[in-house]
């Protein structure tokens, strides 16, 4: 088992080297044709913020029920994504945060995700390319299950559970909205740093109790995204994510993640934002997860896109 480990890590390694080297090699030449002129129009560039508050108050006497309670939400993302002759360099991160107050109760987190994704890829016809790439998923802060009377449990937290997928293979990519990435050599690392989640968390999120980290270095991914302006008012987003350890593969072992977000804008500044998220782990839960959210406020965007 040892020697197929380094046999992998050996090839991504390889693989890493001829395209970094291969990047330098362009950039240079770049930089002896023009040294006196740094080009960035290869470079398409885009950078959304926002934060929206939603509040409810109800008098002591309203009979139609209601807790008073106090929400805010936030969200940092953006995306560089370079692209010149046969090579590009895609990049992503996705911020988000949210807490709400009831009355009567703590405040409580709504909303907490940590994002990021590097791929680099070199085209092989008009919409198919190999790539290699690494993206990276946790959150920010601890997370609870609460009881009826308030109770608290730690479910989760910083990099537990976090999760580091590398992934080399070929990727279709038809147009600029739609880009699908086939992954036959996919190694993941699950990290639980905090060693008392597993007491409350059977499963421990794949990773033996007493451990940090689990690798999984046989394994499949699929990497599906579809970013969808439909006019200038209303985008969809989606990404679909889909891992398969070889090594214990069946059905109900494999891995699916959906994150729909949808905004439509209102004005300038104001948005509305729906998001959604179906999750199927077993290392996780025996059932589907989801989660969705809806909210008013203000979102700040700018680009570069011609």
């Known amino acids: 088992m040892l020697f197929y480990q380094k046999k992998i890590l050996s090839i991504i390694f390889i693989f890493q080297c001829v395209i970094l080297q291969s990047f330098a090699q362009d950039t240079e030449a770049d930089s002896i044709l023009a040294p006196s002129k740094k080009d960035t129009t290869y470079w398409v560039n885009n950078f959304k913020a926002g934060l929206n508050f939603n509040q ?23 995306k560089a994504n370079y692209a010149k002759g046969k090579w590009s360099w895609d990049n992503e991160i996705e911020l988000l945060y949210g807490v709400v107050k009831n009355e009567g109760q703590t405040v409580r987190k709504s909303n907490d995700r940590i994002f990021l994704d590097s791929k680099v890829g070199y085209k092989i016809s008009k919409n198919w390319g190999s ?3 690494g993206n990276f998923l946790s959150q920010f802060t601890k997370g609870y299950n609460y009881d ?28 600029q909205e739609f880009n699908l990435r086939i992954g036959p050599l996919s190694p993941r690392f699950t990290f639980v740093t905090d060693g008392t989640i597993a007491d409350n968390v059977p499963e421990n999120y794949g990773v033996t109790p007493g451990e940090t ?34 090594e214990t593969l069946a059905f109900d072992s494999i891995d699916h ?3 729909i977000t949808l905004t439509a804008k209102i004005s300038k500044l104001i948005n509305v934002t729906f998001t959604n998220i179906n999750l199927y782990d077993i290392d996780q839960d025996s059932g589907i997860q989801y989660s969705q959210g809806l909210s008013l406020g203000i979102l700040y965007k700018v680009n570069n896109k011609k």
């Not at 009979?63 to 805010?72: E, T």
């Not at 009826?148 to 147009?175: C, H, Q, V």
């Not at 999984?216 to 302006?229: I, M, N, P, R």
């Not at 985008?235 to 994510?241: D, G, I």
Request: charged share 20%.
């Open 213 to 246: 980290v689990r690798a999984e270095w046989f394994a499949f991914q699929l990497f599906a995204t579809w970013d969808k302006d439909f006019n200038e008012n209303f985008n969809l987003k989606s990404r679909y994510q889909m891992f398969a350890n070889y």
């Open 257 to 259: 993640r959906l994150d």
């Open 131 to 133: 790539y290699f790439s």
């Open 56 to 78: 409810a108050a109800f008098s002591s006497n309203w009979k139609s029920g209601g807790v008073n309670s106090v929400a805010l939400g936030s969200v940092i993302a953006g």
């Open 148 to 175: 009826e009377d308030g109770n608290r449990t730690l479910i989760s937290g910083w990099m537990s559970p976090g999760f580091l997928t590398a992934s080399l293979g070929f990727e279709y990519k038809p147009n």
